[in-house]
């Protein structure tokens, strides 16, 4: 492990409150900080899904992203031909919703990184579901 991850997952370790003493999980929503990236996960994070908010800019705005990340891990084999997604949805309660599906094995907390920072960085996001990559690419 880099000298960075270490730094951030001990940072992620210290930020993490204790469970409930009924022996519950963490309270949620949970405002989350790793490498300068804020955001907060709405619900447990599960090997297959997440869910989370974060700042973002969408059409020349400032949002509130409201992003369901989910994993595609047959997508690993080249026999399946579903490519990765964007779908940028219409504003609800908690931001503009937004389904990210990635070929990955499972979601963690660096891909959340990862999601987040393509996100911010792509320039011609659009309404409507936008697929990328190729099974070939794999």
């Known amino acids: 492990m880099g000298r960075a991850a270490e730094t951030d997952r001990l940072r992620l370790n210290e930020a ?24 907060t996960l709405l619900e447990p994070l599960a090997p297959s899904r997440a869910r989370f908010t974060f700042a973002g ?22 026999a ?35 999601t987040i920072l393509m996100i911010r960085q792509y320039r011609r996001l659009r309404r409507g579901r936008h697929g990328f990559g190729d099974a070939t690419s794999c």
Not at 71 to 78: C, F, K, N, Q
Not at 85 to 105: F, Q, T
Request: net charge negative.
């Open 80 to 114: 399946d031909p579903r490519p990765d997604y964007i779908e940028v949805g219409e504003a609800g309660d908690r931001g503009r919703r937004l389904e990210v599906a990635l070929s990955v094995a499972e979601i963690d907390e660096a891909t959340i990184l990862r």
């Open 16 to 39: 993490r409150p204790p469970p409930d003493r009924s022996g519950g999980s963490w309270p949620f929503p949970l405002a989350r900080e790793l490498s300068g990236i804020r955001f």
């Open 57 to 78: 800019v969408f059409e020349s705005e400032e949002v509130t992203w409201d992003a369901t990340l989910r994993a595609l891990p047959g997508r690993l084999s080249p």
